[in-house]
């Protein structure tokens, strides 16, 4: 079994940082391509960032330049700081890994959620 646990969500002031973290655990051979998505209620989910196991990583526009996605091969966890947060940043974030098990079955897992709320 394999599982995404997700911490660091909370409210934060326009201007504010913050530091996401997903870790991924059980039965691991391989932690690919992680991912952050976000969701707003009436509004579909967006993907945040990415970050291959080779560590390229790409963004969406709306955060270049302000969040940096990064991970920890070695505690099979990605990260996602954020700054300079602005109240359109509010949504609960949510952590994707492709992860290929120990019995060699590959698929993509999802994180419980965490909310993020920047006040206007």
């Known amino acids: 079994q394999v599982q995404l646990v997700e911490s660091g969500g909370g409210l934060v002031q326009p201007g504010g940082s913050l530091r996401l973290s997903c870790a991924a655990s059980?039965?691991?051979?391989?932690?690919?391509?992680m991912k952050w998505y976000r969701q707003t209620p009436g509004k579909q989910r967006e993907l945040v960032a990415s970050?291959?196991?080779?560590?390229?990583?790409n963004y969406a526009d709306s955060v270049k330049g302000r969040f940096t996605i990064s991970r920890d091969n070695a505690k099979n966890t990605v990260y996602l700081q954020m700054n300079s947060l602005k109240s359109e940043d509010t949504a609960v974030y949510y952590c994707?890994?492709?992860?290929?098990?120990?019995?060699?079955?590959?698929?993509?897992?999802w994180g419980q959620g965490t909310q993020v709320t920047v006040p206007s």
């Open positions: 994707n890994a492709l992860i290929l098990d120990t019995k060699r079955y590959e698929r993509s897992y």
């Open positions: 059980g039965t691991i051979s391989r932690v690919n391509t």
């Open positions: 970050i291959t196991s080779g560590g390229s990583t």
